[in-house]
């Protein structure tokens, strides 16, 4: 089997070659077959290399597929989700998490396991800063002067 994975427009897909030569090798393989290929490259896409979260985005193209003589279908979409694996490991995937700025402010005895749960989450820390020393004016203060 021979696959060609690109940049989709939005939701996964699997689509089969356009090219004369790859036409003329689908027209001997039963569409019952070809459905278990497809749904096998989706099975795929579902756990992909980065953290084993689902490929979004993306469209897998099928060049060419060899069906032994007594291949099992197990054995055939086992093979497919494989060589799905393997294509993804080959690419560039990015893992499309949200990136926030966000100020936190703790008191000090609970800093520690906020700290611990950003990291947890694979928060990035850019700094912190004691603000029990800054230099200013309490609200007390501002209170009195009205």
């Not at 790859?22 to 393989?29: D, G, L, P, R, V």
């Not at 989706?42 to 084993?52: D, E, F, I, K």
């Not at 086992?78 to 060589?83: D, E, F, L, T």
């Not at 906020?114 to 800063?129: A, F, H, I, S």
């Amino acid at each position: 089997m021979t696959l060609a994975v690109q940049e989709g427009l939005g939701s996964s897909v699997v689509e089969w070659s356009k090219d004369k030569e790859s036409i003329e090798q689908f027209a001997s393989i039963k569409p019952q077959l070809r459905r278990a290929v497809e749904q096998a490259i989706m099975s795929g896409l579902q756990s992909g290399p980065v953290l084993g979260y689902p490929v979004l985005d993306s469209r897998i193209t099928i060049h060419s597929v060899q069906i032994g003589r007594g291949c099992s279908m197990p054995m055939l979409t086992a093979g497919a989700m494989n060589i799905t694996k393997i294509l993804l490991k080959q690419t560039d995937i990015r893992l499309a998490e949200p990136v926030m700025a966000v100020e936190i402010i703790a008191e000090e005895d609970v800093i520690t396991a906020v700290l611990q749960d950003l990291t947890r989450r694979r928060g990035e820390v850019d700094y912190t800063q004691d603000r029990s020393t800054d230099e200013g004016v309490g609200l007390a203060v501002l209170r009195g002067t009205v």
